[in-house]
């Protein structure tokens, strides 16, 4: 039977295995071949007299994909990236020695960029907080200074352009940051609206507007170059994208972006409109288109982001009104009960009085202690020390124990319960006589989800019980509440020599919980 399990889960990971296999190698080819054609596009673009391309989305693609897939997808997309940029350039005027320098370089590039977005930012990277957007423009500007210091120094060594060092590199640099703040963001969005697809409005509104922006950056674009003409067609491009930053998630401001970037690569391949003007160079053209997509690009990214964080803060403030309305009622509801049940134990009205005072008190220290922890943990000395404070001196109670963490929910249960008890103690026994005491003490046992805590309430010295105790809501409460509330038990007897209670309660994993699941307690 055993060698037959271990048969099985072999063969599982030999499937696992190859399973894994597959789908790297689906997107090391994925990758090549989207970077092959955004790289040929890009190499129909090059600056005399170096021969760098003046814009290479490809860049986008690889670093794009790895920041959105995460540390799993760094080998096959470096290894597409290589092998698509070998091709690309050897099916140019480049040699062996050089394509496989520039492979080096825009694999090392991609992969630096991911691993500075992961390294401060974490994995799950979306482009939905302002300190998001700034990071990727850093990533971007460190990993393409770098990989375009490798790429002038392979023009060097293999080319021999007659550009300055300085003009090579700056194109590289260039082209490749632009490159990745164009189309980094869409993919991003891409992956990240494939895992959670936005509603269908959203999905209609956001096209309507991407084809309304297109359309109005063709109209832009194909105008002369004149102040005046152009004036009133960009006044009503940022409207556009103010729409879709908005209404519609970050993703939709990213194919904007693009959409923009390929209307303007678009302009200058085919000598169109402003940037095709024959009266300035084709280096100042070129500036002016960077300039032009990068503008662009972070007009749409900083006000998707804003717009994002804005919505986002809306919710954590919806959440915070609907939980202190839910919190409310639950303390309005739990004063109630106590109230009705107060007033049947109670023999005339300033015992009732006192006896409700006393039970709400009680929920105000251990809410007074809730608070100052921000709702998250409560030390159970310390609440111990507020419950019996009232009644209690130093030479009448003895409180010991490790320190033990409450959530929220145990904080108000066990606070309820030591009430009762300490009020019992001072009504009917220890602490109704000057030699009684009264002792609290608690121990954890067990480990992580098996930890269990143990409170033990002792009564010494006090007037000898006679049996039968009658029943009360105060023991009624102690009895039931712990079980009800936290499943655990309650063990409350009355020898003659005064009360003992014996309380166990299943402890959750011992850390601190998030501020959402504090406030859904």
Excluded at 54 to 80: E, H, M, N, Q, T
Excluded at 158 to 173: E, L, N, Q, V
Aim: glycine share 8%.
């Amino acid at each position: 039977m055993q060698q037959k399990l271990t048969q099985e889960a072999q063969r599982k990971t030999r499937t696992d295995s190859r399973l894994l296999w597959i789908a790297a190698m689906g997107l090391a080819t994925a990758v090549g071949i989207a970077y092959f054609f955004a790289a040929q596009l890009s190499l129909e673009f090059l600056a005399k007299p170096d021969g760098v391309a003046v814009f290479w989305p490809a860049a986008g693609v690889s670093s794009g994909v790895v920041i959105a897939l995460g540390r799993d997808a760094r080998l096959p997309v470096a290894g597409g990236v290589m092998v698509a940029t070998i091709i690309a350039n050897l099916t140019g005027d480049r040699n062996v020695w050089g394509a496989t320098a520039f492979a080096l370089c825009n694999a090392g590039e991609a992969l630096l960029a991911a691993w500075l977005i992961e390294r401060y930012f974490g994995s799950g990277f979306r482009l939905d907080r302002l300190r998001n957007v700034l990071g990727l423009l850093a990533a971007t500007v460190i990993a393409t200074a770098a990989s375009g210091i490798g790429g002038t120094v392979a023009f060097k060594l293999f080319h021999s352009p007659t550009a300055p060092i300085w003009t090579t590199w700056h194109h590289w640099f260039a082209s490749d940051a632009v490159g990745i703040i164009t189309a980094a963001p869409l993919v991003i969005g891409l992956v990240e609206a494939a895992r959670e697809p936005p509603p269908r409005n959203e999905i209609i509104e956001g096209v309507v507007a991407l084809v309304a922006l297109a359309a109005m950056t063709v109209i832009i674009i194909s105008l002369p170059p004149k102040p005046w003409q152009t004036m009133v067609p960009v006044a009503l491009l940022f409207p556009i994208l103010l729409w879709l930053a908005a209404r519609c998630r970050p993703g939709f401001a990213a194919a904007a972006a693009f959409i923009v970037s390929l209307t303007i690569v678009w302009t200058i391949t085919f000598s169109i409109g402003h940037f095709a003007d024959p009266d300035l160079p084709i280096s100042e053209r070129i500036m002016g288109a960077q300039a032009a997509i990068l503008g662009v690009a972070l007009c749409a990214y900083i006000l998707a982001a804003l717009f994002a964080e804005r919505r986002r803060h809306e919710a954590r403030q919806a959440l915070l009104i609907a939980e202190l309305d839910h919190r409310v009622k639950n303390v309005l509801a739990r004063v109630a009960v106590v109230a009705m049940h107060t007033r049947r134990g109670s023999g005339t009205m300033d015992d009732f009085v006192q006896a409700l005072n006393g039970r709400i008190q009680s929920m105000a220290a251990a809410h007074m202690l809730l608070s100052q922890s921000r709702w998250c943990r409560v030390g159970l000395t310390d609440l111990v020390r507020r419950q019996l404070a009232p009644y209690t001196t130093d030479t009448n109670s003895t409180i010991c124990g490790p320190e033990v963490m409450l959530t929220p929910a145990e904080t108000q249960a066990v606070a309820m319960v030591i009430h009762e008890l300490v009020t019992n103690a001072a009504k009917y026994g220890a602490l109704s006589s000057p030699n009684g005491r009264v002792s609290v003490s608690w121990d954890r046992t067990g480990a992580d989800a098996a930890m269990i805590l143990t409170i033990t309430w002792r009564e010494l010295g006090g007037p000898p019980i006679t049996a039968p105790v009658p029943s009360s809501y105060g023991s009624s409460l102690i009895r039931d509440l712990i079980p009800h509330e936290l499943g655990g038990t309650v063990d409350l007897v009355f020898p003659s020599d005064g009360a003992c209670c014996k309380i166990e309660i299943p402890l959750r994993a011992n850390r601190r919980p998030s501020r959402a699941t504090a406030l859904a307690i």
